[in-house]
């Protein structure tokens, strides 16, 4: 199913802004519904791949809970109608603000990522009188073969708790009196696109399971975390991941004890394809060698092509010239990363056109900025 632009629509709006596709948004959540029904699966969102309320709200409606990594995340999945026993909270620097927030939410469970993190936890629930839910987040080791800036499970990263100080970790938290220890983290890293890694990561839970049961744990959840990538290159054809061969590995591999649930934090896989940044063609530059079309969308509106090095489809969605010619696609910011794609082939491409950057759903509006004095970008629905 290829997204269609509405360009009736757009002729009303101010680029740059972001289109979000809401019926190939439901047809993604209908198809994670479909592929976990029946199973002990639950699926959060991550909502640091897009906070937009009309999305969020559209997520909640197919009942799926929430994925929260600072106090304003968690607001916004309130605000937007989650129910806040769907809200984990992840995060390496919770401020007591933010952990009192999620106390006073009463959220189904703080994945807790350090020894000082879970004594602040102990210590607002006790001011509260509450007793706080947690999962510890284990750095399992995994290399998910991703980008270096995107990977998140092997040893020397910032994140979690490391697999030898867990008894250690275990053995505080049963000390503490308003601490309940309800599950175990993991993520491996991000835009993952071979299934082997979560495969790895089933056998390293199964084989740690064994190991905090001789401790004297029973752990309700297993949190395996997010990170399923999506077909940047190709859109229109895989609108929708293979959340099937996904959800099965988990299915196949990790061996559940009674009564536990498995917990899944997806975001881009959720909601990257379902947007794309509309951009202006502001001038058609030619050089000696290259021309370039300048767009009135930047880094600032789009940032993944500068810092991570990503490519983002580009299509030429208003031209109707047969002919094609190859352009560098640029933004207007001072920064010579300001870049779209080098080389692309484009139709003929002329002062005035609209072009749509693909599969900007997750991490694009969300990690947009005002430098250089820019507006944010706005929204526009299919419907
Ligand atoms: N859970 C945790 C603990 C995470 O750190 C992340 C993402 C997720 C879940 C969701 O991962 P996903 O399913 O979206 O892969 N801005 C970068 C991606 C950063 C991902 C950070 N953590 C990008 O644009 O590629």
């Given at each position: 199913?290829?997204?269609?632009?509405?360009?009736?629509?757009?002729?009303?709006?101010?680029?740059?802004?972001?289109?979000?596709?809401?019926?190939?948004?439901?047809?993604?959540?209908?198809?994670?519904?479909?592929?976990?029904?029946?199973?002990?699966?639950?699926?959060?969102?991550?909502?640091?791949?897009?906070?937009?309320?009309?999305?969020?709200?559209?997520?909640?409606?197919?009942?799926?809970?929430?994925?929260?990594?600072?106090?304003?995340?968690?607001?916004?999945?309130?605000?937007?109608?989650?129910?806040?026993?769907?809200?984990?909270?992840?995060?390496?620097?919770?401020?007591?603000?933010?952990?009192?927030?999620?106390?006073?939410?009463?959220?189904?469970?703080?994945?807790?990522?350090?020894?000082?993190?879970?004594?602040?936890?102990?210590?607002?629930?006790?001011?509260?009188?509450?007793?706080?839910?947690?999962?510890?987040?284990i750095?399992p080791?995994v290399?998910?073969?991703?980008?270096?800036?995107?990977?998140?499970?092997?040893?020397?990263?910032?994140?979690?708790?490391?697999l030898?100080?867990?008894?250690?970790?275990?053995?505080?938290?049963?000390?503490?009196?308003?601490?309940?220890?309800?599950g175990l983290?993991f993520?491996?890293?991000?835009?993952?696109?071979?299934?082997?890694?979560f495969k790895v990561l089933c056998d390293k839970i199964n084989a740690l399971q064994k190991e905090v049961n001789e401790?004297?744990?029973?752990l309700?959840?297993i949190?395996v975390?997010?990170?399923?990538?999506?077909?940047?290159?190709?859109?229109?054809?895989?609108?929708?991941?293979?959340?099937?061969?996904?959800?099965?590995i988990f299915k196949n591999n990790l061996i559940l004890q009674?009564?536990q649930?498995v917990?899944?934090?997806?975001?881009?896989?959720?909601?990257?394809?379902?947007?794309?940044?509309?951009?202006?063609?502001?001038?058609?530059?030619?050089?000696?060698?290259?021309?370039?079309?300048?767009?009135?969308?930047?880094?600032?509106?789009?940032?993944?092509?500068?810092?991570?090095?990503?490519?983002?489809?580009?299509?030429?969605?208003?031209?109707?010239?047969?002919?094609?010619?190859?352009?560098?696609?640029?933004?207007?910011?001072?920064?010579?990363?300001?870049?779209?794609?080098?080389?692309?082939?484009?139709?003929?491409?002329?002062?005035?056109?609209?072009?749509?950057?693909?599969?900007?759903?997750?991490?694009?509006?969300?990690?947009?900025?005002?430098?250089?004095?820019?507006?944010?970008?706005?929204?526009?629905?299919?419907?």
């Amino acid at each position: 199913m290829a997204v269609k632009f509405p360009l009736d629509k757009f002729n009303e709006v101010q680029t740059p802004f972001y289109y979000y596709d809401i019926e190939l948004l439901e047809d993604t959540l209908n198809n994670i519904n479909d592929c976990t029904k029946g199973l002990p699966f639950h699926v959060h969102y991550a909502v640091k791949a897009n906070a937009n309320d009309r999305i969020l709200r559209t997520i909640n409606a197919a009942g799926l809970g929430i994925d929260c990594v600072s106090g304003g995340e968690v607001a916004a999945a309130i605000n937007a109608g989650f129910d806040s026993k769907k809200i984990v909270f992840a995060g390496v620097g919770k401020t007591d603000r933010e952990i009192s927030l999620a106390l006073d939410a009463n959220i189904l469970c703080f994945n807790v990522e350090s020894i000082p993190e879970l004594e602040a936890i102990n210590e607002l629930a006790q001011q509260k009188g509450k007793i706080a839910d947690v999962a510890f987040r284990i750095n399992p080791n995994v290399d998910a073969h991703t980008h270096k800036y995107i990977t998140t499970g092997l040893s020397e990263n910032k994140f979690g708790i490391n697999l030898e100080q867990l008894p250690d970790v275990l053995k505080l938290a049963s000390t503490l009196k308003n601490i309940n220890v309800v599950g175990l983290h993991f993520h491996i890293g991000s835009q993952i696109t071979i299934l082997e890694p979560f495969k790895v990561l089933c056998d390293k839970i199964n084989a740690l399971q064994k190991e905090v049961n001789e401790m004297g744990f029973k752990l309700k959840i297993i949190n395996v975390g997010g990170g399923l990538g999506v077909d940047y290159e190709n859109p229109d054809k895989n609108p929708i991941p293979d959340f099937k061969s996904y959800f099965d590995i988990f299915k196949n591999n990790l061996i559940l004890q009674e009564g536990q649930e498995v917990h899944f934090e997806l975001g881009r896989a959720i909601v990257a394809q379902c947007g794309s940044l509309i951009t202006q063609v502001t001038y058609v530059k030619k050089g000696t060698a290259k021309q370039f079309v300048i767009t009135d969308a930047g880094m600032t509106d789009l940032i993944r092509p500068a810092l991570y090095q990503a490519h983002h489809n580009i299509e030429n969605i208003t031209a109707t010239t047969e002919t094609t010619e190859i352009y560098d696609v640029v933004g207007p910011i001072c920064e010579s990363s300001d870049c779209f794609g080098e080389n692309e082939t484009l139709p003929t491409t002329k002062r005035g056109d609209l072009l749509a950057l693909r599969t900007a759903g997750a991490y694009g509006e969300i990690m947009a900025s005002r430098y250089n004095l820019r507006d944010l970008p706005t929204a526009v629905y299919s419907k």
